[in-house]
């Protein structure tokens, strides 16, 4: 009975995080990427240094293009150098097309965090 409970309230706890949060697809990126805003890193490191919670309300969530030079590339996601350094989360099928040391304009969805800025469900658009 106790397992069945905690399983249940587990089922519960996720249903209600999936539900909270703000998932954009990447068919939805897709749609986007031609209207995504520039990521404008400076703008967003003034906002932090200024009032955090700000910059995270700004910026967190939303989707972007970035563009920046692949610095090194790992099992899902590529560190990528900029205006600033940020860790871009791609599918595998676009992180094998990447090569080191070349610039890309990546859209995906800005994750604000305490260190290395992200950008999930990303896509790399075509050169």
Same mark, same amino acid.
């Given at each position: 009975? =106790? =397992?069945?409970?905690?399983?249940?309230?587990?089922?519960?706890?996720?249903?209600?995080l999936t539900?909270?949060s703000?998932?954009?697809?990447?068919?939805?990126?897709?749609?986007? #990427?031609?209207?995504?805003?520039i990521?404008?890193?400076s @703008?967003?490191?003034d906002?932090?240094e200024?009032n955090?919670?700000?910059?995270?309300a700004?910026?967190d969530? =939303? %989707?972007?293009?970035y563009t920046?030079?692949?610095?090194?590339?790992?099992d899902?996601?590529?560190?990528?150098?900029g #205006?600033?350094y940020m860790n871009?989360y791609l599918?595998?099928e676009?992180?094998?097309?990447?090569?080191k040391?070349?610039t890309? @304009?990546?859209?995906g %969805?800005f994750?604000? @965090?305490?260190?290395?800025?992200?950008?999930?469900n990303?896509i790399?658009?075509?050169?």
């Amino acid at each position: 009975m =106790k =397992k069945t409970i905690s399983i249940s309230l587990v089922v519960v706890l996720c249903l209600v995080l999936t539900s909270c949060s703000s998932f954009v697809s990447r068919n939805e990126i897709r749609e986007q #990427a031609d209207e995504a805003p520039i990521l404008h890193m400076s @703008t967003y490191a003034d906002m932090r240094e200024e009032n955090e919670a700000r910059a995270k309300a700004e910026f967190d969530g =939303k %989707v972007f293009s970035y563009t920046a030079r692949v610095y090194e590339i790992n099992d899902g996601y590529c560190y990528v150098e900029g #205006a600033w350094y940020m860790n871009v989360y791609l599918e595998e099928e676009d992180l094998v097309k990447l090569n080191k040391g070349e610039t890309y @304009t990546f859209v995906g %969805v800005f994750e604000h @965090t305490v260190l290395t800025p992200n950008m999930r469900n990303a896509i790399v658009l075509d050169k």
